[in-house]
């Protein structure tokens, strides 16, 4: 192996601060049932966190968006799949994101998503690089905002790899340590 994580947000502190986001989406939600889209695959681990945590009732959807191939930069063209049973007219939808780098992937599903006609729609994320935003998107919840290092774990992957990591570290190149 050429490349090795450094840590960036342990486990514990990544558990307390989703419920928090959870005990926020508790009280603004209250006596609605809300409906979580995860995108898959990276948002999995931080939407069942997440789901663990909330009082209210909660259904789940999950749909496929990509912007990257396996490489460390965002690819700008975006497809979307596996969204068949994915209903949210008349819901009360929380897209659920592991991050937003560029900003392309989410602003492009946002735009789609309230063409469907929920009844509200926001946007969660668990980690964001602001630094990298090249197009506008609003983030209702963010769980950190990260400098811009290629993260690994919770979900987050390098070529499919690494998203079982109960951490978030920076993946770090052998010929790029000093
Ligand atoms: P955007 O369209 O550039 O905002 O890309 C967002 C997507 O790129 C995320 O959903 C991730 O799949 C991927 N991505 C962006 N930054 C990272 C990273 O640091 N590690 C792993 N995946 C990343
Ligand atoms: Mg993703």
């Known amino acids: 192996m ?14 307390t601060r989703v419920k928090e986001i959870a005990g926020q989406i508790n009280q603004e939600y209250e006596g609605k049932e809300i409906y979580l889209l995860s995108i898959l695959k990276g948002s999995v681990y931080f939407a069942c966190e997440l789901s663990k945590h909330l009082t209210v009732p909660v259904k789940l959807g999950f749909m496929s968006v990509s912007s990257y191939g396996d490489g460390l930069t965002s690819s700008g063209a975006v497809t979307i799949s596996g969204d068949a ?25 946002m735009n789609m998503l309230a063409k469907r006609k929920p009844e509200s729609l926001k946007l969660c994320t668990l980690l964001d690089k602001p630094d990298r935003r090249v197009v506008d998107v609003v983030v209702d919840y963010v769980g950190f905002e990260v400098p811009d290092k290629f993260l690994v774990g919770f979900g987050l992957d390098y070529a499919q790899k690494y998203r079982n990591l109960p951490c978030i570290g920076e993946l770090v190149f052998k010929e790029d340590r000093q």
Not at 2 to 15: D, H, P, R, T
Not at 98 to 108: V, Y
Request: overall charge negative.
């Open 2 to 15: 050429n490349e090795e994580v450094k840590i960036l947000l342990e486990e514990q502190q990544i558990i």
């Open 85 to 109: 049973d994915v209903e949210v007219q008349g819901r009360h939808v929380i897209v659920i994101e592991d991050i937003i780098d560029t900003g392309r992937t989410l602003s492009f599903l």
